[in-house]
């Protein structure tokens, strides 16, 4: 799931990644914006005020929102600047430490909420961004572009545009392709969604306020290490494999 890159990844691998991450950015987008009336997994909505106090000539007012895109921005570097120097130093699973670190973010905003009133809350926006940013970014790089969990805007125009070409079958003949991103595109959106209503009831309904923010990041932490183990649990089998096909070539 996290492992696997370029022309090793299937559908089945980016349904897996694309249905825990999509979940994981709805929880933090409805408790960003819950606790802080801010979006916190894209930054569209933020450009389009920042232009707004722009024009009206309030330069002081709009930083925070340049802000907030300059911290998404920066999540998205920082993780790619990981992967990267994993990459070059041949490290295999390249996306551990980009996945830790947005769970460290999550973990800390979550439980310093027990002890502690955010007098700063534009902070707390800025660091759920930069959290955002870098597991866009590495969702990105796995899936080589092909899923993207923490907004829906453009995945809802890439179904629009799918849907479309449904009707066109002599103009695009791989129909099994193209049903595999429908298919991907509405698990997203759906687990977003899911994300999104669990984590508000969770903020909301059972007073979990930003300790919703641990939830997703045990599904983080779990999904990586269980996606570890189970690769663990693959090699050791193919090693035990070839070891009882080269046993009775030998004793030929």
Known sequence: ??????????????????????????????????????????????????????????????????????????????????????????????FVWPTLLECL???????????????????????????????????????????????????FTDLGIDLSQLFFPKLHHNREKLKSNIKLRIFIILFFFSGGLIGGFMYSELQFKLNTLLIAAIILIVSLFFDDFRFKIIKTKRKYTRRTIVKPNLNL
């Not at 559908?11 to 994981?24: D, E, G, Y």
């Not at 979006?39 to 722009?54: E, M, P, S, Y």
């Not at 930083?63 to 790619?80: M, R």
């Not at 009133?117 to 759920?128: A, M, R």
Request: with cysteine.
């Open 1 to 94: 799931m996290f492992r696997h890159q370029g022309k090793s990844r299937t559908l089945k691998h980016n349904l897996r990644i694309a249905t825990i991450l999509s979940f994981v950015a709805g929880v933090v987008n409805v408790s960003g914006y819950l606790a802080f009336k801010q979006l916190t997994t894209n930054v569209t909505g933020h450009f389009a005020l920042f232009i707004k106090d722009v024009e009206h000539l309030e330069f002081w007012r709009g930083t925070i929102y340049f802000i907030y895109i300059f911290s998404f921005l920066c999540g998205s570097f920082i993780s790619s600047v990981l992967i990267e120097n994993f990459k070059a130093n041949k490290q295999l699973n390249v």
């Open 105 to 155: 973010i999550l973990i800390s905003i979550g439980a310093l909420s027990n002890f502690v009133t955010f007098t700063s809350p534009n902070i707390i926006v800025c660091l759920l961004l930069l959290a955002m940013g870098i597991q866009n970014s590495f969702v990105t790089k796995i899936s080589n572009a092909v899923v993207r969990t923490t907004h829906l805007t453009g995945l």
